[in-house]
């Protein structure tokens, strides 16, 4: 630490470290979005458990998706606007951005990769291999739940900027600096 910093009283620090909490989306920036990602779990797990599980790994995902839409839609409803069709407006714009935002990054990209690599690694165990289809199984979920820690973040940017790129052209979301 600097001697500025230091010489500084202790409600500013507390105050910036407030700031920079506030700052933080619970969704997108702490473990609570590994939840995002439970449908790719069951993905993994496919090859050894019942699909009902597997849909049960969805409904997870997809409630994670709703409660940070609803999350997201609620401090902009709480925002100051000119009007209540403006709120209307902007509440809206919010929900849809995030529902399809979450939607691509957490359920539809990750769920179809994981499948998909799942599939090929089976494949290609098969093929490649004398182990036995139990092995196979376990082999393949290894690998499913092994590539989930490596596709986070890459899929998480590959949407942003593809939504910068498309959808949010059609859109105009004000955000507020309070």
Not at 67 to 82: E, F, G, N, V
Not at 102 to 110: H, K, M, T
Not at 124 to 140: H, V
């Amino acid at each position: 630490m600097t001697a500025a910093k230091d010489a500084r009283p202790k409600k500013d620090i507390v105050e910036e470290i407030q700031e920079d909490l506030r700052q933080i989306d619970v969704y997108r920036d702490t473990p609570i979005r590994l939840l995002g990602y439970a449908n790719e779990v069951g993905e993994a797990f496919r090859s050894l458990v019942p699909v009902s599980l597997v849909r049960l790994s969805y409904v997870v995902s997809i409630g994670y998706v709703c409660a940070d839409t609803l999350d997201k839609s609620r401090k902009a409803y709480k925002l100051p606007w000119s009007s209540p069709e403006e709120r209307r407006n902007q509440v809206s714009l919010t929900a849809a951005d995030t529902l399809l935002w979450q939607g691509f990054a957490s359920v539809i990209v990750p769920g179809f990769t994981i499948n998909r690599l799942c599939a090929l690694s089976a494949f290609a165990l098969k093929r490649a291999t004398a182990l036995p289809p139990s092995m196979r199984k376990i082999a393949t979920t290894a690998i499913g739940l092994g590539a989930i820690p490596f596709i986070v973040k890459p899929i998480d940017s590959a949407v942003e900027i593809t939504m910068d790129q498309t959808a949010r052209k059609l859109y105009s979301l004000k955000i507020h600096e309070d």
